[in-house]
């Protein structure tokens, strides 16, 4: 099962993932985005988020 992955040094924290995807995205303590749980079953278009991030610092992972 593939899982999303923010790569927190390229993350400029524009929430657009989260705006998309609210149930599987959030801010961290430092503004910057990360995945809610590793248990979430994301409904969103895991290709539309990816594709939408402006700095590309979303991925899948597995």
């Known amino acids: 099962m593939?899982?999303?992955h923010v790569n927190k040094e390229v993350c400029i924290g524009c929430g657009t993932c989260i705006s998309t995807c609210p149930?599987?995205?959030e801010f961290d303590e430092e503004g910057k985005s990360q995945v809610k749980t590793e248990e979430t079953e994301?409904?969103?278009d895991a290709h539309e988020?990816?594709?939408?991030?402006?700095?590309r610092a979303i991925s899948l992972e597995g």
Do not use: A, M, Y
């Open 2 to 4: 593939s899982k999303f």
């Open 23 to 25: 149930e599987c995205f």
């Open 42 to 44: 994301c409904n969103c």
């Open 49 to 55: 988020i990816i594709d939408d991030c402006p700095v």
